[in-house]
């Protein structure tokens, strides 16, 4: 008996700490529902945390202290820092940040060409290199080279391709999308169009949810603009 497909929308920008985090955890509980009557296909969407980011980089620490102020600052990189020691990622706040534009228009590339496989490797090696490398991925030739090390084409393909407006607009028009339907934070999960699982949540609450959908009979997409929260249905 075949599998019935699960979509996962997951809305994420590559500037915030918890997309990572919320990436790591939902690749785990997955595996971890590998058993279960249902398979996922999962999509990667972009948000712009901070759209007015310059295309030339600045340091995080000087960007993302002036934004919430020092103190709030360094409190977030210390629970970041937790949070990031439990799933095995090494944070590391000392590097550039600039604009996750074109970081983004990879991704919707690299799904466009390979599907959810292709797209969740890459968005795995460009989350480590501005989260544990501290490189700039508002560069394109940092992009290019990850985007080669994903196999998803070569730096001089890639570098054309972000030398150029393509799928620009798709960024933006996901991104208003997302706004629209009262996303104003990241990460934020839509479950088959019909639930919602906001924050960097654990693998075991995604378990959770997973297994109450594999119970639960096959209803149509929510009418609304805005699903419903996952944690307050799926899980109860």
């Not at 019935?4 to 785990?28: G, N, Y």
């Not at 409190?75 to 937790?82: L, S, V």
């Not at 009262?182 to 839509?190: A, C, E, L, N």
């Amino acid at each position: 008996m075949s599998k019935r497909v699960v979509k996962l929308i997951v809305i994420s920008d590559f500037a915030c700490p918890w997309c990572f985090v919320a990436h790591r955890e939902l690749q785990t509980a997955i595996a971890q529902c590998a058993n279960l009557p249902i398979c996922f296909e999962v999509e990667y969407r972009p948000f712009l945390l901070h759209p007015t980011l310059p295309l030339e980089p600045i340091t995080k620490n000087e960007f993302v202290g002036k934004k919430i102020g020092r103190d709030k600052w360094e409190a977030c990189k210390r629970m970041a820092t937790e949070r990031g020691e439990e799933v095995g990622i090494n944070f590391s706040f000392s590097g550039p940040v600039s604009s996750t534009i074109g970081a983004h228009r990879l991704v919707i590339k690299a799904f466009e060409i390979g599907g959810p496989a292709v797209q969740s490797n890459l968005i795995t090696l460009i989350f480590r290199a501005y989260c544990e490398d501290d490189l700039d991925i508002g560069d394109p030739e940092v992009l290019a080279d990850v985007a080669e090390q994903a196999g998803l084409m070569s730096t001089v393909e890639a570098l054309s391709f972000l030398n150029s407006d393509e799928c620009l607009a798709k960024v933006n028009h996901q991104v208003a999308e997302a706004r629209a339907k009262g996303v104003t934070g990241v990460p934020f999960t839509i479950i088959d169009g019909k639930w919602a699982v906001s924050g960097g949540q654990s693998a075991p609450v995604f378990v959770k949810i997973f297994n109450k959908l594999a119970e639960t009979p096959v209803l149509p997409p929510s009418q609304s603009s805005t699903p419903v929260p996952a944690t307050a249905v799926a899980v109860a």
